[in-house]
């Protein structure tokens, strides 16, 4: 079993940037394909990004392809959001996912509390 724990959220301008983290705990992080998704007010949760187990593989929503980067370190056993060019439209919670098994596009078995962005426009 994994915990995971978001940091990194608040308000920033359109056109800037954040750099979420994701801090797992647990055994065998790098056993885990990661994730990341979001909800916004009013909104379902959706699919952001995700990483598998090495950091080999990425996938990206349209929404945030060339604007986003995923990445992981298995030795901190932390993930990363980096998210630039930011959209009043990226307002969100964003939720850390991982799983052992499955799909990356889809949300795996184990969250995180989430973490807010707010982006101004």
């Known amino acids: 079993q994994v915990q995971l724990v978001e940091s990194g959220g608040g308000l920033v301008q359109a056109g800037g940037s954040l750099r979420l983290s994701c801090a797992a705990s647990g055994r065998s992080f790098s056993s885990y394909r990661m994730g990341w998704f979001r909800q916004a007010p009013g909104k379902e949760r959706e699919f952001v990004a995700a990483i598998g187990w090495s950091g080999g593989s990425t996938y990206y929503a349209d929404s945030v392809k060339g604007r986003f980067t995923i990445s992981r370190d298995n030795a901190k056993k932390t993930m990363y959001l980096q998210m630039n060019s930011l959209k009043p439209e990226d307002t969100a919670v964003y939720y850390c996912?991982?799983?052992?098994?499955?799909?990356?596009?889809?949300?795996?078995?184990?969250w995180g509390k989430g973490t807010l962005v707010t982006v101004s426009s």
């Open positions: 996912n991982a799983d052992l098994y499955g799909s990356p596009l889809v949300a795996g078995d184990y």
